[in-house]
């Protein structure tokens, strides 16, 4: 049997490739991949953007939010990891 878990990530999965389907048709322009390792720039972005999000890492039932399953498919653990990884790689 799925776990809940597994359920949510696929649900995000799926959202995910349809918001990556409506960027193309809208602007005809693929969106790039998810950079998990590394200090690349867009990487570094992400983890600019999203270390400073407001919101919980899990909702009331204490399973993880949208925020959560983002930073984790990045490579990150907590907004923590991804601000202190921003302020350390971020061009001055």
């Not at 005809?28 to 690349?40: A, E, I, V, Y």
């Amino acid at each position: 049997m799925n776990s809940p878990l597994k359920i949510k990530e696929a649900a995000y999965e799926k959202q995910n490739r349809k918001m990556r389907s409506k960027h193309k048709s809208e602007t005809g322009k693929t969106l790039g991949d998810r950079q998990t390792s590394g200090t690349g720039k867009r990487r570094v972005s992400f983890a600019c953007r999203f270390g400073g999000m407001a919101g919980a890492l899990k909702d009331a039932k204490g399973e993880p939010t949208k925020l959560k399953m983002a930073l984790k498919k990045w490579g990150f653990g907590s907004k923590e990891a991804a601000r202190n990884f921003c302020n350390k790689h971020k061009e001055k």
